[in-house]
T-cell receptor
Framework: NAGVTQTPKFQVLKTGQSMTLQCAQD?????MSWYRQDPGMGLRLIHY???????DQGEVPNGYNVSRSTTEDFPLRLLSAAPSQTSVYFC?????????????FGEGSWLTVV | AQSVTQLDSQVPVFEEAPVELRCNYS??????LFWYVQYPNQGLQLLLK??????LVESINGFEAEFNKSQTSFHLRKPSVHISDTAEYFC?????????????FGTGTKLQVIP
């Protein structure tokens, strides 16, 4: 079972560069989201999607862009990387509108911006 | 809006000793409560959740948590920890108010089991 797959696992970027973190899920989940994890701050929501073609901002959306052209894929784009975006990024998905559903996480992408 | 507080950032405990990881939440409406566990260099995995019914919920590996509405708490307990329980534990809450609600995570508690 693949579940939620993120690539790349590790990436080093120079300030100002752009890149895309890929996320794919094979569980036919409607809901997908991106979080960043920083020490002492838990997980903070960047962007989320409630279905193909629908996206919305989370707590910390600045500097990031998303799209949801298919149910399976939810890429996160860093437009112009900054050192403040050094973090661990997690993609997540959940089945449907019932809020008690389990959230399934990818294994994370470690990003360093120098 | 809801919030989640995990007061302890790190909890060291000796192997086979009991442990309690504290979680308090604030919300003006009813909520769903979760505990997730993160092992080193991995994503988060669901440990247990409270949706309704019995206020005591259990996981398959011996953890339990009790929903206390009056104290707005959802503390995680295990009577005897193992080395393999060393991980970071996150409490999370979702408002039970219909529609799609974003989950709010606490800042995490690192459980360090000492041999």
């Amino acid at each position: 079972n693949a579940g939620v797959t993120q690539t790349p696992k590790f990436q080093v970027l120079k300030t100002g560069q752009s890149m895309t973190l890929q996320c794919a899920q094979d569980m036919n989940h409607e809901y997908m989201s991106w979080y960043r994890q920083d020490p002492g701050m838990g997980l903070r929501l960047i962007h989320y999607s409630v279905g193909a073609g629908i996206t919305d901002q989370g707590e910390v959306p600045n500097g990031y862009n998303v799209s949801r052209s298919t149910t399976e894929d939810f890429p996160l784009r860093l437009l112009s990387a900054a050192p403040s975006q050094t973090s661990v990024y997690f993609c997540a998905s959940s089945p449907d509108r019932f809020n008690g559903n389990t959230i399934y996480f990818g294994e994370g992408s470690w990003l360093t911006v120098v | 809006a809801q919030s989640v507080t995990q007061l302890d950032s790190q909890v060291p405990v000796f192997e086979e000793a009991p442990v309690e990881l504290r979680c308090n939440y604030s919300s003006s409406v009813s909520v769903y409560l979760f505990w997730y566990v993160q092992y080193p260099n991995q994503g988060l995995q669901l440990l247990l959740k409270y949706l309704s019914g019995s206020t005591l919920v259990e996981s398959i590996n011996g953890f339990e948590a009790e929903f206390n509405k009056s104290q707005t708490s959802f503390h995680l307990r295990k009577p005897s920890v193992h080395i393999s329980d060393t991980a970071e534990y996150f409490c999370a809450v979702i408002l039970n108010s219909g529609g799609y609600q974003k989950v709010t995570f606490g800042t995490g508690t690192k459980l360090q089991v000492i041999p």
